[in-house]
């Protein structure tokens, strides 16, 4: 909070940032679980009457960890099933390392 500001409006986006990070190296559903504390707490702190920053925050980090879940192969398992069925389906091709699957997610 310190180093984004104190305004919701740059609280979502810290959180998001931090969302997006987490989700692209571990599963989406333990970084919502590990997230969703933090904002329920930057809630309450920034205004505890107010229920719409909490449900804008707590979707916002649903859909950073699952747009975020797709940028790395080993983010989700499905990734990894993915990159796996490509190269049997397709022997031939060039095989799908990491830098060529986080190029492609951009």
Not at 11 to 22: H, I, S, Y
Not at 60 to 70: D, H, P
């Given at each position: ?17 931090v ?7 571990m ?30 925050y ?49």
């Amino acid at each position: 909070m310190l180093k984004i500001g104190s305004t919701p409006r740059r609280a979502l986006f810290g959180m998001m940032l931090v969302t997006a990070l987490l989700s692209s190296w571990m599963s989406n559903v333990a970084t919502t679980v590990i997230m969703v504390p933090i904002a329920a707490s930057v809630a309450s702190k920034i205004d505890a009457e107010d229920t719409q920053i909490l449900k804008g925050y707590l979707l916002s980090i649903a859909y950073t960890a699952n747009i975020a879940g797709m940028l790395t192969p080993i983010s989700t398992a499905t990734n990894v099933i993915a990159v796996e069925w490509f190269s049997i389906t397709y022997p031939r091709a060039p095989e799908i390392t990491f830098p060529l699957w986080i190029g492609a997610s951009f």
